[in-house]
């Protein structure tokens, strides 16, 4: 049977990191293992993805945001549900029943979390198109990666800086996983990010979460969740 896991938490809180690290570490066991992000992950998913990019934030500057806010908080949620449809029925679900552990950065937590607590949209509307984009699938394990939102927007913005003073193309490339994805939320308010937060926080009392100090070090991270995992194929 399969294993259907979740990396959820704010910008910079390390789910990119953590999910490839899980996916190396899957891999190197010797098990089978499939590693996703959202939105994303089908073609129609990343047009999608495009789109939500061009729309708002995407380059990172704030006045270019401000002009391209255009779009509305339910045309999003439904945005953002539509890849997800799509990767419902196009890799999710064909490796259900196979014996591998799927790994997606981000999934539906990011939407009631972003979407509901972020955006104010009624959660039972948010929770309705989850269930009808997902057709009630859930991730078995879901892991926090924790951390106050002000700690975490500092490591992303360092990272920028960081990534501003590099000439060379090549180490630009890839150094956070989805770097425009982020960039997206980034430019909110710090209380956005509280509000998010705060839907995690309630969300991860559910006892299929794991919730994890992100202020930890990376390999720290990584060795709490391979305990976990280990559990949960035995
Ligand atoms: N435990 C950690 N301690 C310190 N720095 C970390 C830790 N985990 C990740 N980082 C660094 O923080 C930055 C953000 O990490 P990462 O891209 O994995 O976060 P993310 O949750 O995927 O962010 P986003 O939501 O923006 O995609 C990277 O520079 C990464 O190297
Ligand atoms: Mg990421």
Redesign the pocket.
């Known amino acids: 049977m399969s294993v259907f896991v979740a990396?959820e938490?704010?910008?910079?809180?390390?789910?990119?990191?953590?999910?490839?690290l899980l996916y190396e570490r899957i891999i190197a066991e010797g098990f089978s293992s499939l590693l996703l992000h959202e939105p994303g992950g089908t073609s129609v998913g990343e047009e999608v993805r495009r789109i939500l990019l061009a729309e708002r934030g995407a380059t990172g500057k704030k006045s270019s945001r401000s002009k391209n806010s255009t779009m509305n908080s339910l045309t999003e949620l439904l945005l953002f549900s539509s890849a997800r449809s799509e990767l419902i029925e196009k890799v999710i679900k064909p490796n259900l029943e196979k014996d591998t552990i799927i790994i997606c950065?981000?999934f539906i937590a990011s939407t009631i979390a972003y979407q509901g607590y972020g955006r104010n949209i009624n959660l039972d509307t948010v929770e309705n198109i989850i269930n009808v984009s997902t057709h009630g699938i859930k991730p078995d394990l879901t892991i926090l990666?924790s951390v106050d939102p002000d700690k975490?927007l500092d490591?992303?913005n360092?990272?920028l800086s960081?990534l501003d003073s590099v000439s060379n193309p090549v180490e630009k490339e890839n150094?956070?996983?989805?770097?425009e994805?982020?960039?997206r939320?980034?430019l909110e308010s710090i209380n956005f990010h509280k509000r998010v937060f705060q839907g995690y926080k309630e969300m991860s009392k559910d006892s299929s979460w794991l919730t994890i100090d992100?202020?930890?070090?990376?390999d720290?991270?990584h060795n709490l969740i391979w305990d976990k995992i280990q559990m949960l194929i035995r």
């Open positions: 990396f938490g704010g910008e910079g809180s390390g789910k990119s990191t953590q999910s490839k950065d981000r990666l975490a490591r992303v360092s990272q960081l150094p956070r996983l989805d770097v994805g982020s960039r939320f980034e992100a202020t930890k070090s990376i720290e991270i």
